[in-house]
């Protein structure tokens, strides 16, 4: 059974507000045997898939994680949305930065319209730091890669760029936190102004949502093999 069955059908469970032992009335089973199957101690069988794929109203796919989208739909590079005024069909050459040009503008397009939710000045300002500097170390390391490329295009030494955008990224970040720690929203506004389900974002966001799954699963891939 794919390692990511488990964490999804805890997660669906969750999402939708019930209880274990709830689901598993629904679905015909102990909830003993519900537990082993989220916590993965035990594999379960085929019809199960079927069954709390029904349940939940997704595709056996996603439950296995062979798709980030729910009804198990597998996007070529064309049938995602570009961002607006793309210029995507001129590229030539291999797909791959099409795609991660796709994955990344789209879910920003879902992280700063959830940020409408709580349009706070603080953290608009730390989040969007966050990612230009991200962009700009970048931007840099390409533009570096040419020896000929004048570095009077920047301010910063091309010796102390990295250290300095990292440490301002970690600030960024840090600021990001502390405005939104405890589950507290800068200037009191209520948290659930940030409420996300994976069936909530496809019905909010539904040319963009499938984006941000696989941009998850990427980077959460990545993260994984230096776990390894």
Same mark, same amino acid.
């Given at each position: 059974?794919?390692? /990511?069955? %488990? ?11 019930? #209880? ?5 009335? =629904?679905? +015909? ?17 085929? =019809? !199960? ?26 996007? #070529? ?9 793309? @210029? /995507?069909?001129? !590229? @030539? ?7 991660? @040009?796709?994955?990344?503008? %789209?879910?920003?397009?879902?992280? &700063? ?6 349009? /706070? ?8 730091? *966050? ?5 700009? @170390? $970048? ?6 890669? *040419?020896?000929?490329?004048?570095? =009077?295009? !920047?301010?910063?030494?091309? %010796?102390?760029? +990295?250290?300095?955008? +990292?440490?301002? $990224?970690? $600030? ?21 102004? &940030?409420? $996300? #389900?994976?069936? #909530? ?28």
């Amino acid at each position: 059974m794919a390692a /990511d069955f %488990n964490r999804i059908i805890t997660l669906l469970r969750k999402e939708r507000g019930i #209880t274990q032992k709830q689901a598993a009335e =629904d679905l +015909g089973v102990s909830q003993a045997l519900l537990s082993h199957y989220e916590k993965g101690i035990r594999e379960c069988g085929l =019809d !199960f898939v079927v069954r709390i794929a029904n349940y939940y109203n997704v595709s056996c796919d996603y439950l296995l994680g062979r798709s980030a989208d729910r009804s198990g739909l597998t996007l #070529t590079v064309d049938e995602i949305p570009g961002p607006e005024s793309s @210029k /995507d069909s001129h !590229f @030539k050459g291999s797909a791959l930065p099409v795609l991660n @040009k796709k994955l990344i503008s %789209n879910s920003l397009n879902i992280l &700063f319209d959830k940020l409408q939710a709580c349009p /706070d000045k603080e953290l608009v300002t730390e989040v969007s730091g *966050y990612l230009m500097l991200a962009v700009y @170390k $970048m931007f840099r390391s390409l533009y570096g890669a *040419y020896p000929k490329n004048p570095d =009077d295009l !920047f301010s910063v030494s091309k %010796n102390s760029y +990295g250290g300095y955008a +990292g440490g301002a $990224m970690h $600030m960024a970040e840090t600021r990001v936190r502390a405005l939104l720690e405890n589950g507290k929203l800068p200037g009191g506004k209520d948290p659930a102004a &940030f409420a $996300m #389900t994976t069936e #909530t974002l496809a019905k909010e966001y539904p040319l963009y949502e499938t984006s941000l799954l696989n941009l998850i699963r990427v980077s959460e891939e990545r993260i994984t093999r230096l776990l390894q």
